[in-house]
Every structure is written in structure tokens, then in C-alpha cells.
């Protein structure tokens, strides 16, 4: 199973920004996907879910209403729509695959006037 994020980068307080995860070397249309974010000096945050077939979205408080989640299952990848981004949502983006077993190697998102 490989994971590989992009789209991290330098944005505004305000501002917004896509993530995006390539997946390969599994059945990726048939599990959950999950993303996870690990701010400076802190721990894990699971911000994140979409089951299979996009259907269902799980998000934190932290994210809701400004994150959006979302799955192209023909392109095998997975996507996480960013808006409206706070100081506080600076941190490394982390895609996890099936059953919190494969991590990509994470993308920097820092949030900054």
C-alpha cells in the first residue's frame, strides 16, 4: 500500500486549499479512507473519514463545516477541500489508508499572513 500527499503549502488565514492523496498498491474503492493532522508540539488528530463509495463523511468539530472530504475512486485518490483556514489548522496533513494500517508521508499545510 503506498500513499503519497500533495497540495501543502503557504496559505492565508481565510484562505483555502485542496489536498490531494494518491493511492496505489490497494483495493482503494473498497475501504474507509481517513486524513489525520499533527499541528506543531501536539499530538494526532483524526479530522476525517469517507467510507467507500463517498456516501458517508465523518469531520471534528475542529474542521466541520470548513473541510470537505471526497474520493475519486477511478483515479484512486482522495482529496480534502480546506476553507475558510485558521493559524490553527497549521500542521502536516497525513492520508491513512484502510484500518490506520498505511500513511503517506504528509504534506505541510502553514497557515500565515
Known amino acids: 500500500e503506498q500513499l503519497v500527499e500533495s497540495g501543502g503549502g503557504l496559505v492565508q488565514p481565510g484562505g483555502s486549499r485542496r489536498l490531494s492523496c494518491a493511492a496505489s498498491g490497494f483495493s482503494f474503492s473498497s475501504h474507509w479512507m481517513y486524513w489525520v493532522r499533527q499541528a506543531p508540539g501536539k499530538g494526532l488528530e483524526y479530522i476525517s473519514a469517507?467510507?467507500?463509495?463517498?456516501?458517508?463523511?465523518y469531520y471534528s468539530d475542529s474542521v466541520k463545516g470548513r473541510f470537505t472530504i471526497s474520493r475519486d475512486n477511478w483515479r484512486y485518490t482522495l482529496y480534502l477541500q480546506m476553507n475558510s483556514l485558521k493559524v490553527e489548522d497549521m500542521a502536516v496533513y497525513y492520508c491513512v489508508g484502510p484500518a490506520f494500517a498505511s500513511w503517506g508521508q504528509g504534506t505541510q499545510v502553514t497557515v500565515s499572513s
Open positions: 469517507i467510507d467507500p463509495r463517498g456516501s458517508r463523511t
